[in-house]
């Protein structure tokens, strides 16, 4: 594998597959590709191989390398469910359903099961499901951090769900909502440095000896202003190359591609990337002075982002200041994770109150917000979200982590409906595209976000978590007291919630007609050779934390693309 910032240095400017974006579905793509066919990624950040603070999984970095967010993210190993992918396919994906998308999972994992130790601190798994020969490096944290914290915060959250959340092995087999369990993260244990290490993209994919490819090629600090396409008889697009400068700036190259471009730039660029194409809303287009060559609406719209609830900290009671309960400095986020379903958080009146809320979305909020392309693709939406909460999908997630002088407690919402749109407002490829994910507009995702709300107060008064934080605790932390009304509870989330940052959805994988940008071939509609293969195809929020599930669609993509090639040669 060749890494370099140096274009000069290339033999060639001419390659089969040209990959847009180095970061965490990239670099999966590519390393499958070049097995056997000669692939150039292009990424904008920089080679930080050797960066102790974005491989150490206990220090925070914000900056843009190659592994893109797997470098740089909080490392929290979640799936999907079974509900979710139903919900997925059920919107028009065929051949996206839990049993077809797990294969793929488990291609791209390499499981270590807890050790001793960590079993007996209460960390545990179901090994079928699991994948123990992929790339990247999966496992709980060692030695499992807080296992006091842990094991009060299982017990507390199963007394305050009345007994109707059970403790799991495990939370990545599918059926997961209704329970509680410990969380594993994207790090593997470095025998030599006896440590935790991050698993980035990087790291699983491009870096390792048995990982590299002579066929590839990664040119970093560059970025891709747009996709190069030539339009067939029947006006069919077909790309043929792209256009790139050097993020500091200087002289535009241009590359070739003789088979497929595929974009991984990420949920806020890739849409970026086509409409500097002329891909996309072909009016929005023509106002920027650039001329369509796709009228295809959806770019850029469906955009959304899950909530979390934080900056809940209840001060620690001085008698649990232990490792045990704080973790001491190897502080891991999502220690423990919960994942109440919808009759859990809110009794068999949840079922017909978001049913209700859910199933009547009103359509003025698609005019009024623009979000979405029609009304249909949010009514249509909302239905297969209601099909899957109906079935055990979590309505939101709560987890904590601990500090030396507090605990925290997070909830995330799972499946939001607010949606909102990304564009570009400049031709200018250096200037970021500008993000409105709509947070809260949507009725049905506050009430998710009061019944969130409400457990966490709860949680804070209900031993055996209460005995670990002081009696004030729950006062002190500011989240609504047990007696509160559902306005004053409302009035605390929309001051206090933050993104979730698992943006999905601005090319989105659904039909054409609701505002779809690819195929189940994740093909963009109406061109024979350019696919998406990263967050923006994922058309709702079904991954509770969305990198495991998108090493899935990398997976996927590389297969569906190695297929086609097949059929070609
Ligand atoms: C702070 C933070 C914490 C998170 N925590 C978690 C977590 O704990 N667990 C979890 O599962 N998920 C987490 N996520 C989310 C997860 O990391 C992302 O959803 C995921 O990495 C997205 O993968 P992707 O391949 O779609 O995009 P990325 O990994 O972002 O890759 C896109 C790449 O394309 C490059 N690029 C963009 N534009 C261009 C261009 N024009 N030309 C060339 N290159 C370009 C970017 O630099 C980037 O490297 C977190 C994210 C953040 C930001």
């Known amino acids: 594998t060749v890494i370099t910032n140096d274009t000069s240095a290339l033999a060639t400017s001419s390659y089969e597959y040209i990959v847009v974006g180095g970061g965490t579905t990239g670099l999966a793509v590519a390393n499958r590709l070049a097995v056997n066919h000669?692939?150039?990624?292009?990424?904008?950040?920089?080679?930080?191989?050797?960066?102790?603070?974005?491989?150490?999984?206990?220090?925070?970095?914000?900056?843009?390398?190659?592994?893109?967010?797997?470098?740089?993210?909080?490392?929290?190993?979640?799936?999907?469910?079974?509900?979710?992918?139903?919900?997925?396919?059920?919107?028009?994906?065929?051949g996206w359903g839990w049993n077809d998308f797990l294969p793929y999972m488990q291609k791209s994992e390499n499981f270590t099961p807890p050790t001793a130790e960590q079993f007996a601190d209460g960390a545990n798994y179901i090994s079928v499901v699991h994948g123990f020969d992929g790339p990247v490096g999966v496992s709980f944290a060692r030695p499992l951090v807080a296992p006091a914290l842990q094991s009060a915060a299982k017990s507390t959250i199963q007394t305050v769900f009345d007994g109707k959340i059970t403790l799991a092995p495990e939370m990545g087999y599918g059926f997961s909502g209704g329970h509680v369990s410990s969380f594993y993260h994207h790090i593997h244990f470095n025998e030599t440095l006896q440590t935790d290490r991050r698993s980035s993209s990087a790291w699983s994919y491009l870096y390792p000896q048995t990982q590299q490819r002579e066929g590839l090629t990664v040119i970093t600090g560059h970025l891709v202003n747009s996709v190069l396409t030539s339009t067939g008889d029947g006006g069919n697009i077909t790309a043929t190359g792209v256009l790139v400068q050097p993020a500091a700036g200087g002289q535009t190259l241009t590359f070739n591609a003789s088979r497929e471009v595929v974009i991984t730039a990420g949920t806020l660029y890739s849409p970026a990337i086509l409409q500097r194409s002329g891909i996309g809303n072909a009016t929005f287009l023509q106002s920027l002075g650039i001329t369509p060559v796709l009228d295809l609406p959806g770019v850029g719209a469906n955009f959304q982002d899950q909530i979390l609830l934080t900056n809940v900290s209840f001060p620690l009671a001085p008698s649990a200041n232990t490792t045990n309960v704080t973790g001491g400095g190897d502080v891991l986020l999502g220690i423990t994770v919960a994942h109440p379903t919808m009759i859990d958080a809110l009794g068999q009146n949840g079922t017909l109150m978001m049913?209700?809320?859910?199933?009547?979305?009103?359509?003025?909020?698609?005019?009024?917000v623009g979000g979405v392309v029609n009304s249909e693709s949010l009514t249509t939406q909302a239905a297969v979200i209601a099909d899957a909460y109906a079935i055990d999908n979590p309505f939101f997630e709560l987890f904590f982590t601990?500090?030396?002088?507090?605990?925290?407690?997070?909830?995330?919402?799972?499946?939001?409906?607010?949606?909102?749109?990304?564009?570009?407002?400049?031709?200018?490829?250096?200037?970021?595209?500008?993000?409105?994910?709509?947070?809260?507009?949507?009725?049905?995702?506050?009430?998710?976000?009061?019944?969130?709300?409400?457990?966490?107060?709860?949680?804070?008064?209900?031993?055996?978590?209460?005995?670990?934080?002081?009696?004030?605790?729950?006062?002190?932390?500011?989240?609504?007291?047990?007696?509160?009304?559902?306005?004053?509870?409302?009035?605390?989330?929309?001051?206090?919630?933050?993104?979730?940052?698992?943006?999905?959805?601005?090319?989105?994988?659904?039909?054409?007609?609701?505002?779809?940008?690819?195929?189940?071939?994740?093909?963009?509609?109406?061109?024979?050779?350019?696919?998406?293969?990263?967050?923006?195809?994922?058309?709702?929020?079904?991954?509770?934390?969305?990198?495991?599930?998108?090493?899935?669609?990398?997976?996927?993509?590389?297969?569906?693309?190695?297929?086609?090639?097949?059929?070609?040669?």
């Not at 049913?355 to 009024?368: A, E, F, H, P, W």
């Not at 490829?429 to 995702?445: E, M, N």
């Open 38 to 94: 000669s692939v150039l990624v292009i990424e904008r950040g920089m080679d930080l191989v050797d960066s102790e603070v974005v491989n150490d999984p206990y220090e925070p970095f914000g900056g843009s390398c190659l592994g893109g967010g797997s470098s740089i993210n909080a490392m929290m190993g979640a799936r999907p469910t079974f509900a979710g992918m139903s919900a997925l396919e059920a919107l028009g994906n065929p």
């Open 355 to 368: 049913d209700t809320v859910l199933r009547n979305t009103s359509t003025t909020y698609t005019v009024s």
């Open 402 to 569: 601990p500090s030396s002088t507090v605990l925290e407690a997070w909830a995330q919402s799972i499946l939001p409906l607010s949606r909102g749109t990304i564009r570009i407002n400049t031709t200018d490829p250096s200037i970021d595209p500008v993000p409105d994910a709509q947070y809260l507009t949507v009725d049905a995702d506050i009430s998710v976000a009061v019944a969130a709300a409400r457990r966490i107060s709860s949680i804070a008064v209900t031993p055996p978590f209460s005995d670990l934080i002081t009696e004030t605790a729950l006062a002190e932390s500011g989240v609504p007291s047990l007696n509160a009304t559902d306005e004053q509870v409302k009035e605390w989330v929309l001051s206090t919630y933050t993104p979730g940052i698992h943006f999905v959805g601005s090319n989105s994988m659904m039909p054409k007609e609701l505002g779809g940008v690819v195929s189940p071939q994740l093909l963009v509609y109406g061109t024979t050779n350019l696919r998406i293969a990263d967050a923006s195809i994922v058309p709702m929020s079904i991954f509770p934390h969305t990198t495991l599930g998108l090493y899935g669609v990398a997976e996927k993509a590389a297969d569906m693309i190695l297929q086609a090639a097949s059929v070609t040669t």
